[in-house]
């Protein structure tokens, strides 16, 4: 069984820039989350998809960051412009749904340097 | 809101000593927990997880992990450590009901000396 795929693996932007990471889970996963993992620091949710509907956005920064799951597989997040702050390893994973089965499965990040 | 609080940012220990990390959580309702190892470069694997039955739950990699309810924690342990468990290790506490929405502790840098 193929994991989740990133990519890329690495970015390196200037500030204001824009940038976009792509996801591709595990076939069959109804459901897609995509983590901000900060360096010392436990991975965030940023947003949370069922299918290609949103459940949980609440800490996504609006205002810079976009996400589209589009016809409930791979999803693309986006962040325009980027702060020095969005320096971070940006993680996606899935599971098979989000109610009854909780294992989530982790792609290799994308390691983002905003400088 | 829940929370996962891990006390110890950094733990060294000798390869085939005992390991112990700490995990105190903070949910309202009975959590499920879990936990993960992170290699570097790597994303995060679960090890275990806890949602309900025996407070004493066997993962992969012989390690296994203890669910104290009055204590609030949910500690992980492995009676003999290898050098290729050196990683980083994060504790996580998951809602329960509806789409389960996971927290995750600030993590423990694990260092395993000869």
């Known amino acids: 069984e193929a994991g989740v795929a990133q990519s890329p693996r690495y970015k390196i932007i200037e500030k204001r820039q824009s940038v976009a990471f792509w996801c591709n889970p595990i076939?069959?996963?109804?459901?897609l989350y995509w983590y901000q993992q900060i360096l010392g620091q436990g991975p965030k949710l940023l947003i949370q998809?069922?299918?290609?509907?949103?459940?949980?956005d609440s800490q996504l920064p609006k205002d810079r960051f976009s996400a589209e799951r589009l016809k409930g597989v791979d999803s693309t997040l986006k962040i325009q412009p980027a702060k020095l702050e969005d320096s971070a390893v940006y993680l996606c994973?899935?599971?098979?749904?989000?109610?009854?089965?909780?294992?989530?499965?982790f792609g290799p990040g994308t390691r983002l340097t905003v400088t | 809101a829940q929370s996962v609080t891990q006390p110890d940012i950094h733990i060294t220990v000798s390869e085939g000593a005992s390991l112990e990390l700490r995990c105190n959580y903070s949910?309202?309702?009975?959590?499920?927990l879990f936990w993960y190892v992170q290699s570097p470069g790597q994303g995060l694997q679960l090890l275990l997880k806890?949602?309900?039955?025996?407070?004493l739950v066997q993962g992969i990699k012989g390690f296994e992990a203890e669910f104290k309810r009055s204590q609030s924690s949910f500690n992980l342990r492995k009676p003999s450590v290898h050098w290729s468990d050196a990683a980083e290790y994060f504790c996580?506490?998951?809602?329960?009901?509806?789409?389960?929405?996971?927290?995750f502790g600030t993590g423990t840098k694990l260092q395993v000396i000869p």
């Open positions: 949910y309202g309702a009975t959590p499920y």
């Open positions: 076939s069959g996963h109804a459901t």
């Open positions: 998809f069922q299918n290609n509907g949103v459940v949980d």
């Open positions: 994973a899935s599971s098979l749904d989000g109610v009854y089965d909780y294992e989530q499965y």
């Open positions: 806890y949602f309900s039955g025996d407070t």
């Open positions: 996580a506490v998951g809602s329960s009901g509806g789409y389960q929405k996971v927290t």
